[in-house]
């Protein structure tokens, strides 16, 4: 697939995090991953490894084991991650199942 911006990744992200239980599980581990990087700053540096472990140990499992596909971060890796935290925010105001509905169909 040929993406030359986000906007056009945008589609082909909602449409690989479909199911509700999929991106809930993304949610998790985009906030546990936020958190991760405030204990590190506030505690210890070392902390900022577990941020990108802990975000993607949800994020994938959801992928393998929830939704059956592979993960956009494989081939898009920052597109990605904005689509995540887009997604998060989508989630945080209620209006992430609209986008589903729109992408999807």
Excluded at 68 to 86: E, I, M, V
Aim: hydrophobic letters at 55%.
């Amino acid at each position: 697939m040929n993406i030359r911006n986000f906007a056009e990744f945008w589609p082909y992200y909602v449409r690989a995090h479909s199911k509700s239980r999929t991106r809930i599980l993304h949610a998790i581990g985009s906030v546990l991953a936020v958190a991760s990087v405030a204990i590190a700053f506030a505690f210890s540096l070392w902390f900022l490894l577990a941020a990108p472990l802990i975000g993607y140990a949800f994020a994938w499992y959801a992928h393998f084991f929830v939704e059956h596909n592979k993960p956009a971060t494989f081939g898009h890796p920052f597109y990605s991650l904005a689509a995540d935290y887009r997604m998060l925010f989508l989630m945080m105001a209620g209006r992430m199942d609209q986008e589903v509905v729109r992408c999807c169909g």
